[in-house]
């Protein structure tokens, strides 16, 4: 089956810098939009960037500029720069892979806190 393996989340100090990497597997990656999504407790799973099929990119306004999403097709891999991190980007961040004929999946989630 389809599987998204998040990995590169942990504690790191405001103003620092974290890389999630996401690796998919039995899926034909270069065809999938790919996205990082985040939930923080006692709220709702919340968009924070996508890339297309064709690198397109697409940010929420509050990590602009900070975060970079970006893909490598060869190594069925999307990744996710974090910079510039400050407290309330504190969350569960999710791997999504998303094709409208292909299905829809999410990775289990990577915990990133930005704590002093």
């Known amino acids: 089956q389809v599987r998204l393996v998040e990995s590169g989340g942990g504690l790191v100090q405001p103003g620092g810098s974290l890389r999630l990497s996401c690796a998919a597997s039995r899926i034909i990656f270069s065809r999938y939009a790919m996205g990082w999504y985040r939930q923080a407790p006692g709220k709702q799973r919340e968009l924070v960037a996508t890339?297309?099929?064709?690198?397109?990119?697409n940010y929420r306004d509050s990590v602009k500029g900070r975060f970079t999403i970006s893909r490598d097709n060869a190594k069925n891999t999307v990744y996710l720069q974090m910079n510039s991190l400050k407290p309330e980007d504190t969350a569960v961040y999710y791997c999504?892979?998303?094709?409208?004929?292909?299905?829809?999946?999410w990775g289990q989630g990577t915990q990133v806190t930005v704590s002093s």
């Open positions: 999504n892979a998303n094709q409208i004929n292909m299905g829809n999946y």
């Open positions: 890339i297309t099929s064709g690198h397109t990119t």
